[in-house]
């Protein structure tokens, strides 16, 4: 037989449990809008009965019920949702920062404008053409020495625009390291309290919600894979290298690579001397292979650039040297002769040409000495090999740089385009992750109500249990 | 499907952005009137404005070569018109000279004319343009044709010192074209002479001093069997050089109007690659801004609201 006050307890525990749902409630509310947060839910349960099977069990009817309890609060999260999203967030912060890269390079390279090297290497040759139907002019010579000018300086201007855009992104690489091992150490402090908490039998549920909110902003980053572990702690790879274990955490560092123009490669921190780090997505490997790629890095475009004003330098000294100036000397180079490397940064007129008292003479607009000055047949040579096939490998100087020109286009054109195809993916996942973990307030209005008025049928059940209380021990007084 | 606040609100603001983008590039076609901006927005439009572009340079370049051997032809012209007109005074001079009726004395008056146009035909054959001489060929710094004269200040021969050059400029890609006319052939015997030619064996200058030499002396039957067929052939070969270089003249003009009308198709090609479709533009801002107007509105109604209002 249950005690006279049983009933009183097993409202108490409905109270009680009522109350505690109201407060998870409040929680979500209050995290409706917080990144990274998960709903959470009670699971309430019924209590053991009264009384469990035993050979001595009193003669009553059973079982009675003893009431409710909260058994645990859990937070609402799909696991594989969640990897589904970081995954896409790594490819989404690698075209990111890739398209950034291509469309500061469409900035610099300023086609198909008016004013772009194309028309530059258009007026250069046209001058020469002009030259040679008016050798004798030294006001066409001086315009010749002057678009020859513009030429060269532009070529120095977008090969010094290209360098600086790739030591930005170098320089961005670094603070992305900086970023990821801050994050890193965050992780293993995270780790660290997780595994204190879960032998408690506790669910530590905003901080696993930090974790994943840490392991998602990691991913922004750079590439990573996740193991859970059985204590509730994750370990964390970056390109294969375990870089978190519990606690533990190993950084990441940069060094200066002197086979790579010096550019920064990723390193473990206590292996500097290792093999580089593969990474594997985030806005790390975008910003690498914007950087170095041969195919469409911003290497790969100051390596072209090089190519075509060598092959300009070349190309028009060599027909530049046949010909005879006004003083009817020959065998003069036009532009200063430079290695391939680095030439559109080097590319300049040959100090003869640029003397400002017999520079303009030098120009060699005739092919033979004794014709000077009204022959300008070598200035129609130099103009023709504007429409040399094989002036750069198997093009024309133009058709090269249009090649390269529309090559960028396409580049930054499908980048941007996956961009946005994976953007979309991601907020269909997010729309997804809302579905699981996603806090509704009218849901959670509607639950309020509900457990208020259990709460409030509780309190009703206590009074009425004290009303008999109050009649029985009135009538024993 | 369970639809919270946030996916609501998410969803919302990406639709507005992506119409607000589209808005905002579409105004700025409007306001720019371009359409390829850089390569990306139509690479492949982007190389065709590029490979016109050239061409539309170049066409540029061959107009004003063009304009600058035009200004060189022209003159050439008129000098060899004038000395036409020259030669055919002193043709009438050797026909009167070469008359057995005419006294002597009348006749000998005629050389200091014969020897006055001789210095006017050889300042015209010194013409310059630009202080550039027109018939000496390369070596255009010098006057090609120099006298030396002899007692009284008489000329006694002229000799040339120009060269055997050719002045070509292109006027379309790989097409040259020669714009000077050479004063004497006798560098190089592949061109023809205007004054001197030794293919034909004319020489201006020689046939009036020696006219002017036969009218002094009184010698008619040289004026009549020597001069007076030389002077003929001169004055064919003078008019041959000059309807040569009209006919060039006209042969130039024809290709500067072909290269206008090309420049025009070229820019209009540039154009319909690089211009907006202002029309298209136009009615693309109105139905965007509809949409975008709409997303506003509904999203706005939509995110003021829940449950907990109704909570009393």
Do not use: C
Request: aromatic share 6%; charged share 20%; no cysteine.
């Amino acid at each position: 037989m249950s005690s006279p006050f049983f009933g009183l307890d097993i409202a108490l525990r409905g109270l009680y449990a009522s109350q505690t749902a109201m407060n998870v409630i409040a929680h979500n509310v209050s995290n409706a809008n917080t990144d990274g947060y998960s709903r959470q839910v009670v699971n309430i349960s019924a209590t053991d009965p009264f009384t469990n099977p035993s050979f001595y069990k009193p003669l009553s009817t059973g079982q009675l019920g003893t009431g409710a309890e909260v058994i645990s609060i859990s937070r609402m999260r799909d696991s594989r949702i969640e990897l589904q999203i970081r995954n896409n967030v790594e490819l989404v912060n690698e075209y990111e920062s890739k398209a950034e890269v291509f469309s500061m390079m469409e900035a610099i390279f300023n086609e198909p404008g008016s004013v772009g090297l194309n028309s530059l290497i258009d007026d250069f040759f046209n001058q020469f053409n002009e030259l040679s139907s008016a050798p004798e002019s030294s006001v066409v010579r001086a315009q010749v020495r002057q678009s020859s000018e513009s030429l060269t300086d532009y070529f120095n201007k977008l090969y010094g625009d290209l360098t600086d855009l790739s030591e930005d992104i170098d320089d961005n690489v670094r603070i992305t390291v900086t970023g990821i091992n801050s994050l890193l150490n965050q992780i293993g402090d995270v780790n660290q309290l997780i595994t204190g908490i879960i032998p408690t039998g506790d669910d530590p549920n905003d901080l696993l919600d930090k974790r994943d909110y840490l392991l998602g902003q990691l991913s922004e980053y750079v590439g990573i894979d996740v193991s859970e572990q059985g204590d509730g702690a994750v370990n964390v790879y970056i390109g294969g290298r375990l870089v978190v274990q519990r606690d533990i955490v190993k950084e990441l560092a940069v060094v200066d690579d002197t086979a790579n123009y010096n550019y920064s490669a990723i390193k473990m921190a206590d292996d500097l001397d290792g093999e580089s780090v593969a990474v594997s997505g985030g806005e790390i490997k975008g910003l690498i292979d914007a950087r170095d790629s041969s195919e469409f890095g911003v290497r790969h475009y100051i390596n072209e650039l090089d190519t075509l004003a060598y092959n300009l330098i070349n190309k028009v000294n060599a027909q530049h040297r046949t010909g005879f100036g006004l003083d009817s000397v020959g065998n003069r180079n036009f532009f200063t002769p430079v290695s391939l490397q680095d030439a559109s940064g080097s590319i300049s007129l040959s100090a003869g040409i640029l003397d400002p008292v017999n520079g303009l003479s030098r120009i060699a607009a005739s092919s033979a000495a004794a014709s000077v000055p009204g022959d300008g047949s070598n200035a129609l040579l130099i103009a023709q090999l504007q429409n040399d096939v094989n002036a750069v490998g198997d093009a024309s100087f133009n058709e090269y740089y249009v090649s390269l020109i529309s090559q960028l286009g396409v580049y930054a054109d499908i980048e941007s385009n996956k961009v946005e195809n994976q953007d979309f993916l991601l907020n269909q996942l997010y729309s997804m992750r809302d579905e699981v973990s996603g806090v509704s307030l009218d849901e959670e209005a509607a639950k309020l109500i509900m457990y208020q008025n259990a709460y409030n049928a509780a309190t009703q059940v206590i009074q009425i249990m004290d009303d008999n209380y109050k009649l029985l021990i009135d009538m024993m007084s | 499907m369970r639809v919270t606040g946030q996916t609501l609100l998410r969803n919302s603001l990406r639709h507005i952005q992506n119409h607000f983008q589209t808005l905002s590039r579409n105004q700025e076609m409007l306001a720019s009137g371009i359409r390829v901006a850089k390569p990306s927005d139509d690479p492949i439009a982007a190389q065709r404005i590029l490979r016109w572009r050239k061409v539309e340079d170049g066409i540029s370049q061959y107009q004003r070569n063009i304009d600058n051997a035009k200004i060189w032809m022209n003159t050439t012209e008129s000098v060899i018109s004038s000395v036409n007109g020259i030669v055919e005074t002193i043709h009438e001079l050797a026909l009167q000279g070469g008359n057995s009726l005419v006294p002597d004395e009348v006749r000998s008056g005629f050389t200091n004319e014969v020897e006055a146009l001789l210095k006017q035909v050889v300042s015209l054959a010194n013409t310059a343009v630009d202080n550039n001489s027109l018939f000496a060929g390369h070596i255009t710094d010098t006057k090609p044709f120099t006298v030396t004269t002899g007692a009284g200040g008489l000329i006694t021969a002229v000799t040339y010192n120009g060269d055997g050059g050719q002045r070509n400029i292109e006027i379309s890609e790989g097409n040259s074209f020669t714009v000077n006319s050479l004063g004497s052939n006798e560098n190089d015997l592949t061109y023809n002479g205007v004054f001197r030619d030794n293919n034909l064996n004319i020489d201006v200058f020689q046939t009036l001093i020696d006219l002017r030499d036969d009218l002094a002396a009184g010698n008619v039957s040289n004026i009549n069997d020597l001069r007076l067929p030389e002077i003929e052939e001169m004055m064919e070969n003078l008019a041959v050089a000059q309807s040569t270089i009209g006919l060039k003249l006209n042969a130039i003009t024809l290709s500067g109007d072909i290269l206008s009308k090309e420049l025009i198709d070229v820019q209009e090609e540039i154009a319909n690659n690089e211009q907006s479709d202002y029309a298209k533009v136009v009615s693309d801002i109105s139905y965007e801004q509809t949409l975008y107007q709409a997303a506003l509105t509904s999203t706005g109604n939509l995110i003021q609201g829940s449950l907990f209002d109704f909570l009393r």
